[in-house]
Every structure is written in C-alpha cells, then in structure tokens.
C-alpha cells in the first residue's frame, strides 16, 4: 500500500463561469497515462489521498475541488451548483489541461459523477475505475439518514436525537435546515452529529470514534461542506430517479471496472452488482471484510488494481 503522499506537480484555479473557479492539482508524471480522480461526498473536497491510487511513474493524476467544495470558490456556494455544471467543468479541465483522453476514477458520489460524465463525453473517456458506488436514488438517501437505523439503532438514536421527534422520519430535510441555520453553533454541531452516524456507517463492525471539536478555520470548512452535501442530497443529486444506471447502460465497450467492500453500509453492494450487470464486459472485484473506507488496505489494494487492469484495455 503506497502511503506517502506524491508532490504536486501543477496547480492553479480554472474559472468555469457564474463566479465559480475551481482548484486543480497534477501529480506524477507529466507524460504519463492521464487520469481524473473525483471526490466524494458529495462536497467532500480533493485530498490528495486519492493521488496515491496511482504508480507516480506511469500517471499523470488530475484532482479538482468541485464547485463550492475545498479550495474553490467561492467556498459552500450553491448557486449555479448542480451535476450538469460538474460535469461541464470536467470537460473545461481536460481541454484546458489539453489531455486528449483520460482514465475517470471515483468513489461514492464520485462513482455518480463519473458516470454522468462518461455519458456524456464518451469520447474523452479512456476508461473508468468505480468504487463503493452511490447512484443518487431516493432509496439510498433514504436509507442512509432512515433505513440504515435497523442496523445501528444506538448509533442512528444519537444522529437522530437532536431533530423533534415528529422529523426523524425525514432527517435530511431536517439537517438540511440545521446546517444553514444563521446560527454557527446550531450548524456546527448539526454538522458534527451527521459525519458521527456517517463515520459509524463507513466502518462496519467498530465503535465510531468520536470526532474531536474543530477549531473556527476548520469548523467553517465542514459546515460549508455539508451545506453543498445537503444541496445535493435534498435535490435527489439533479439526476432524474434511474438516471445513473441508463448513464451506465450507454458504456458497453468502454474498460469499466466495479471495486466494492462486501460489508459497505453507506452505499450498498447491490449498486455495484446492479452497474455491472448494466454494462456488459465489466469487472466487479467485492472486496471481502471492508466497507465505505477507500483506504482500507484491502480496499486500496483492490482500487490500485482495478486501476492498473483498465490502463491496460485502454491501452
């Protein structure tokens, strides 16, 4: 497992219109094979964590903050923030980046985006790396703030706890109004009970420890996050219901591979299994043991893979 983190190589701001300018970072090799790294949450920002998927030697690695997300700016701005407006800015990127072709990898929502993107712009797509697939549905929101709770009924008590008893039934609407309440400390410790019950869900079989109170710079950070995260979530991702699986339906012939942890709770196994039956000619790896964690040994291992098996078809 490669741990150390690559240098960035380049960096800058690329201004995609309507005030928005996102941040951009490069790693690896300059005339390596291109690929794009996209981040999860949705909101969750670039870590350069998602740069170490890749062999610095053979890769030149793109990672971009999403609009409103981590460096970009203007930070947690929602307007003219929807999956359509992600999706143009990606292909900004490539063209400003002047990268012909490149491999599209993410996780989670990054999945969701990806297959947006690959829909869309089919012909700048050398092939996709898909793990722990999120496909935006009404059901998978549902059951990560209502159904998850059979599951970890102590854990989905403490999240729900704050809410009147008459909204925990419909807990995103409700955390969607605490995090942009004018109120910082209401919006703060909304935003500290939901990455609670998402840390609990994301590592399956342990105790979730508790998150330690940020400091003013950071607690700015993580609010303007979820205040993007619950944009997206309470607008069903700006996808039509399905539409990220007849996104998929459209790539048979295009190198996809599927890495998903058996055990994952915080997007279900099933939506991988479901991507993969959609595009004919894809790999599904189930990574035994594991859950949300990208960077769960097996987890990484099984990314890294997948990675190097589709570099390969697309040649």
């Known amino acids: ?3 150390a983190l690559p240098p960035v190589r380049d960096e800058g701001f690329l201004d995609v219109g309507e005030g928005h300018r996102i941040r951009y970072a490069q790693y690896g090799n300059p005339s390596g ?12 920002g670039a870590s350069p964590r998602l740069a170490t998927f890749f062999d610095p030697a053979r890769f030149r690695v793109v990672l971009f903050d999403q609009r409103g997300c981590g460096a970009s ?6 307007a003219a923030n929807t999956t359509a407006h992600l999706v143009a800015d990606m292909e900004r ?4 980046l002047d990268i012909p072709r490149w491999l599209v990898c993410g996780g989670s929502w990054g999945a969701t985006l990806a297959l947006a993107y690959a829909a869309r712009h089919r012909e700048a797509c050398a092939g996709l790396v898909l793990r722990g697939v999120f496909l935006g549905e009404r059901a998978e929101i549902d059951w990560f703030f209502r159904d998850a709770r059979r ?14 008893a008459g909204r925990r039934d419909a807990l995103l609407d409700w955390y969607a109004e605490a995090v942009n309440d004018p109120d910082p400390e209401i919006a703060l410790a909304a935003v500290r009970r939901w990455m609670q019950w998402e840390a609990a869900l994301s590592v399956p079989g342990r105790a979730a420890p508790l998150q330690p109170a940020p400091g003013p710079e950071e607690a700015g950070r993580l609010v303007a996050k979820y205040r993007v995260q619950a944009h997206y979530l309470t607008r069903d991702v700006f996808l039509a219901p399905g539409e990220a699986l007849e996104c ?8 996809l591979a599927l890495v998903h942890g058996r055990l994952d709770l915080v997007c279900r196994p099933d939506n991988a299994w479901r991507v993969h039956r959609a595009v004919p000619g894809s790999s599904l790896r189930w990574v035994a043991n594991t859950g949300h964690d990208a960077f769960a040994t097996a987890m990484f291992n099984a990314i890294v893979q997948a990675t190097e098996e589709v570099a390969g078809l697309a040649g």
């Open 1 to 3: 497992m490669q741990t």
């Open 248 to 255: 998929a339906r459209t790539l048979e012939g295009l190198p």
């Open 33 to 44: 094979i291109p690929a794009v790294s996209l981040h999860g949450g949705p909101a969750s």
């Open 73 to 78: 700016l203007p930070p947690g701005s929602v």
């Open 151 to 164: 599951l970890l009924p102590e854990a989905w008590s403490a999240f729900a706890a704050a809410a009147p």
């Open 93 to 96: 990127l490539r063209r400003h």
